[in-house]
């Protein structure tokens, strides 16, 4: 079956950086458009970035341009967030997901908090 496991959440002091990490596995990775969702305390769930099968192109929310990176490794089935700069309104539970399957899957998400 499909399974998407994130890490790397934690919490950190704004300005820091994170990086979090999404194995996938139960798919073909490797031709499937994957995204970082994220769900903000009180707020409905919002994409924050996507990347197409072998990286070329990328997407990202305006408020997060310039200080995140998605990455992938196709050979390790891995997607990626780098977050640099991070402010207290990126706290968050960030969700790994698949794009333009039949059925698109959720990772169970991982906890990110900016706070001093």
């Known amino acids: 079956q499909v399974q998407l496991a994130e890490s790397g959440g934690g919490l950190v002091q704004p300005g820091g950086s994170l990086r979090l990490s999404c194995v996938a596995s139960g798919f073909s990775f490797g031709t499937t458009i994957m995204t970082w969702s994220r769900q903000a305390p009180g707020k409905g769930r919002e994409l924050v970035a996507s990347?197409?099968?072998?990286?070329?192109?990328?997407d990202y929310i305006d408020s997060v341009k310039g200080r995140f990176t998605i990455s992938r490794d196709n050979a390790k089935n891995a997607l990626y967030l780098q977050m640099n700069d991070l402010k207290p309104e990126d706290t968050a539970i960030y969700y790994c997901k698949t794009y333009g399957l039949l059925n698109d899957y959720w990772g169970q998400g991982v906890q990110v908090t900016v706070s001093s």
């Open positions: 990347m197409n099968p072998t990286g070329s192109s990328t």
